[in-house]
């Protein structure tokens, strides 16, 4: 103790010799950078060797020793203060410092004075001197502050109790409740509510010995705050030799723990038989749901616990909210299945279609039909809501166009408004999905009448490619010159399709991929084109290698990857029809656009109106067929067939008395007002029908 305080005189000594050199030069005296750097370390030592001293106090004898400091240090506090407030004599930094300074040793100086001051005058200095012992976890203080008879009021040790038992100092609450000392009930049940929520294993039985109690709200309020924080032992204390809380205090217990994420203490809530309202355990399902915490909603719903309908949808639509596939697949496991990779999700016999999600992560949707098939589509609402419509076909044509859509809407290049496939990373799994949707798609073909497509997603030479790609592999062929023979065919493939104008940026690199045997002239010169226009290459570089970096400017290599998933994916069935027809296969897996569209129509009706209104609709067709990408007519069929290609099936058209267009795409059915309008005031009605993407109407 006798060296602490010579090293704090020693530092005041030190600071004021400081203070007076500067303050000797006079008041408008600026000090340098370094005289204020050396007043900052010195006040600095200062603080800390007071801060020191204040903690070395361990009994009355060395804190009396402190007297002789006291009114030292209170003078530099004195001096400081006067200082910050000379702006003409330090830097504003330096006065600013100085403030911080003096606040410090103010502090440091208090603290050292409360155990100075005459402790054996009053019982208040004394109560004041043992909380302040109990903070900072002395024991002999208090020992000696409480001997020899020294009292101190039932309050204050109370209030010294809960002290120690939010800061854990056993030791403390030993001393304190020694020898028969009593507090109040409700004084102890704060110390237990304080022990709770930070933690303090082993203070709680301590509190609770010699018959003392607390309340069953008090103890349900300790739980509710262990549960916050995850101290399961506190909990298992609080509850121990059949102790119990209410049903109120529980929830909220369980409830806490599912948003803090703490799953092993709601076993430990809910065991023995203990219960909570179905209210209580949604809410918490739901608090689960928002954060993806698989975890907690298992043990919540565990030995065939359930919650009511109402909750289940709100934390579907929650999970579906926030990008938690999984967590909605647990919660129904009919709505999705599992991500790419984990096993499929059993039983289920519809796909219930949830907006966000499904835009989000289709990858979670194609998982579930390459694993167990296509069933009947239910979509839903953002708020967890079924919209209307059954399913008799037309939604689950519906889903399988936005699913495609969905899936390959950045996974693929443009080229003329046509998709190439193009995996931009390693993981082909949605590719090779898309493979295993396509042999779905094909195998239901067999059986209906009314065919399933998937949209006009890729250009015809996909087809043609993934004809090229499902070969046997010729054992006389290495694999290497296979794989850049295949790149080259699909790099030609591209090139075809890209417009006019753009192809000069190809046409060099194109040029010298179709050479098979370039000479050192074509060589060179095609190094000194790509150092012109793309980038600089190496010396001696091969023509191999060349044919790499074309690959790469028109991400062949990735289209390459992309397809040879589609392969893999495809069922044997189907890889042979697409081995045997080729680009034939477009039309029957993705359906087409074209002039026969016109013939599909089936009038039913004899009002003359309702007939122009379908000329109308003809005219509109055959000018939109000169679009090459024919937007507005991939519209119109989503709308009426729920598929953006031309239906198998005649689009049948019948007459509403209603003034606005209606139509069944479940059996492309579309009813067309017989009252009499403008050709555009009827284009302006089809129009409001095309940009409605509910599904009420099927």
């Not at 129904?332 to 984990?342: I, K, Y």
């Not at 295949?486 to 010298?512: G, H, V, W």
């Amino acid at each position: 103790m006798s060296g602490s305080i010579s090293r704090l005189n020693q530092a005041i000594v030190e600071l004021n010799t400081g203070m007076e050199s500067l303050n000797s030069k006079g008041p408008g005296y600026r000090a340098s950078r370094e005289e204020k750097k050396n007043i900052q370390r010195l006040a600095d030592r200062v603080i800390g060797e007071c801060n020191q001293t204040r903690n070395d106090l361990q009994d009355i004898t060395a804190i009396l020793q402190i007297s002789p400091l006291y009114q030292q240090t209170r003078r530099l506090y004195t001096q400081l203060e006067i200082n910050h407030t000379l702006e003409s004599g330090f830097l504003h930094s330096l006065g600013l410092h100085l403030g911080r300074t003096a606040t410090k040793i103010k502090e440091a100086i208090d603290r050292v004075q409360l155990f100075n001051s005459t402790i054996t005058s009053t019982d208040y200095t004394r109560g004041q001197a043992v909380m302040r012992a109990a903070t900072d976890g002395h024991p002999g203080t208090i020992t000696q502050l409480l001997a020899n008879g020294s009292t101190i009021s039932e309050e204050v040790r109370g209030q010294a109790v809960i002290i120690a038992a939010r800061r854990g100092h056993a030791g403390i609450i030993t001393q304190l409740l020694a020898n028969g000392a009593t507090i109040s009930q409700e004084l102890r049940s704060q110390a237990v509510i304080n022990a709770a929520a930070y933690g303090r294993a082993g203070i709680i039985p301590q509190l609770l010995a010699n018959g003392a109690t607390i309340s069953q709200e008090v103890r349900g309020q300790a739980v509710t705050q262990a549960a916050k924080f995850g101290h399961a032992g506190i909990i298992t204390e609080l509850l121990a030799n059949g102790a119990t809380i209410s049903e109120t205090d529980r929830g909220r217990a369980v409830i806490n723990a599912a948003y803090e994420r703490h799953a092993g203490i709601i076993p430990q809530l809910l065991a023995n038989g203990a219960t909570i309202s179905q209210q209580v355990r949604g809410q918490a399902v739901m608090n689960a749901a928002a954060y993806g915490r698989a975890g907690i909603i298992t043990e919540l719903l565990a030995n065939g616990a359930t919650i009511s309908e109402r909750s289940r949808d709100q934390a579907i639509e929650i999970a579906a909210r926030y990008g938690h596939p999984g967590i909605v697949a647990l919660l129904r496991p009919a709505l999705a299945a599992p991500l790419p990779g984990a096993p499929p999700i059993p039983g289920g016999t519809r796909i219930y279609v949830m907006p966000q999600e499904f835009a989000e992560h289709p990858e979670v949707y194609l998982a579930n039909v390459a694993a167990a098939g296509l069933k009947p589509v239910t979509f839903m609402n953002l708020d967890g809501s079924k919209q209307e419509g059954l399913d008799a076909g037309g939604l689950t044509k519906q889903f399988i166009c936005q699913l495609a859509e969905h899936l390959l809407l950045k996974e693929v290049i443009e080229r003329e408004g046509c998709r190439f496939p193009c995996a931009r990373k390693e993981e082909t799994t949605p590719y090779t999905q898309l493979g295993q949707l396509l042999s779905h798609i094909d195998q239901a073909n067999t059986t209906k009448t009314d065919f399933l497509y998937i949209g006009e997603i890729f250009p015809p030479e996909t087809y043609t490619l993934l004809q090229m790609l499902a070969r046997p592999q010729d054992p006389s062929e290495p694999l290497e010159t296979r794989n850049e023979r295949e790149c080259i065919a699909i790099a030609n493939a591209i090139f075809s399709l890209t417009k006019p104008e753009e192809q000069s940026n190809y046409r060099e690199l194109m040029d010298f991929l179709n050479i098979t045997d370039p000479s050192p002239v074509q060589i060179q010169a095609f190094k000194e084109y790509l150092e012109s226009t793309w980038e600089e290459v190496k010396e001696g570089i091969t023509p191999k290698e060349l044919r790499e970096i074309c690959f790469q400017k028109m991400e062949v290599q990735q289209c390459h990857r992309a397809m040879s998933a589609i392969i893999r994916g495809l069922s044997a069935a189907l890889k042979g029809k697409i081995l045997a027809q080729g680009a034939a296969m477009a039309s029957k897996l993705q359906g087409e656009i074209n002039h026969r569209l016109l013939d599909k129509f089936t009038l039913t009706s004899q009002s003359p109106v309702v007939a122009e209104k379908l000329g109308w609709i003809k005219e509109k067709i055959t000018s939109e067929l000169k679009d090459p990408e024919k937007v507005w007519i991939k519209r119109f069929l989503k709308a009426v067939t729920s598929q953006s290609v031309m239906p198998t099936a005649s689009i049948v058209i019948r007459e509403t008395p209603d003034i606005m267009c209606r139509s069944h795409t479940c059996f492309c059915q579309l009813d067309l007002p017989r009252e009499p309008t403008s050709k555009e005031k009827f284009f302006e009605r089809l129009e409001l029908l095309m940009a409605d993407e509910g599904f009420g109407l099927t």
